[in-house]
């Protein structure tokens, strides 16, 4: 099922996700003493964070972060989703978000070897010695890439029929930089909730193409959990053109 929610305003929108992620980590938190989340980069830290990051009912304590896509640079670069992160959310919780509960890449390997470590850690957090075929996050954020990428999953990529792996490399990424690590679609839509943030008027060609026109099957449109939800995040500038229902 998905829902659309859109806003006049990023400030409305981000108090609105900060309520959605509040609800979802402690329903997560109440069924299975844990709240696993994948974090996407570009706007998404900035609006997410706005109000979460004062948000003193969520338990951050039982919070695993991964993210959902992530730039092999350092991690001090300023291309580094993490980095990102860090400033608009894990600096203002410091005390309360666990450094082992975030999930980095090793910057210091070479994209493939990143993205098998990368499933190593998911390993350790989601098979603990269990035999499971692909991880169930409790929430994804998501963004939405003025092409319809979502992640580093671009239209037309052979990382799209990637249906094994759980976390793959790209050295080929049209948005720079090109060298990435990306969750794949089998995880994506193992996921219990996944929820796509995006704003602007820029936006507003591609998510009226998403959400009207499914034929098209670009990334963000191959993004339906078996047994999750999809919510999308919007602001009325980036729902412009979608129409009244
Ligand atoms: C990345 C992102 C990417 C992003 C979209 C939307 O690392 O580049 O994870 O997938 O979410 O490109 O970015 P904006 O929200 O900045 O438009």
Request: net charge negative; aromatic share 8%; charged share 20%.
């Amino acid at each position: 099922m998905t829902s659309v929610y859109a806003f006049p305003s990023t400030d409305q929108l981000s108090e609105a996700l900060n309520q959605y992620v509040e609800k979802i980590s402690a329903e997560a938190i109440k069924k299975h003493g844990r709240f696993t989340v994948a974090v996407s980069g570009g706007s998404l830290p900035k609006l997410l964070s706005a109000n979460l990051k004062q948000n003193s009912r969520i338990d951050f304590n039982s919070w695993h972060i991964f993210f959902a896509d992530e730039r092999c640079v350092p991690l001090d670069h300023e291309d580094s989703n993490y980095l990102e992160l860090k400033k608009q959310l894990l600096d203002p919780l410091a005390e309360q978000i666990q450094p082992g509960a975030v999930h980095t890449i090793k910057p210091e390997l070479s994209p493939e070897e990143a993205a098998e470590e990368y499933m190593d850690q998911l390993m350790a957090v989601f098979a603990a010695g269990d035999a499971v075929k692909f991880p169930v996050f409790d929430l994804i954020l998501l963004g939405m890439g003025p092409d319809g990428h979502t992640a580093s999953l671009f239209p037309g990529h052979e990382l799209l029929s990637e249906n094994i792996e759980w976390v793959a490399s790209i050295s080929d990424s049209p948005k720079p930089p090109k060298d990435r690590i990306t969750l794949t679609f089998p995880v994506l839509n193992h996921a219990h909730n996944v929820a796509f943030v995006t704003a602007g008027d820029g936006k507003q060609d591609m998510v009226q193409k998403i959400i009207e026109e499914p034929e098209h099957e670009l990334p963000c449109q191959r993004v339906h959990p078996a047994n999750g939800t999809v919510s999308w995040f919007i602001d009325n500038a980036a729902a412009g053109k979608l129409n009244p229902v």
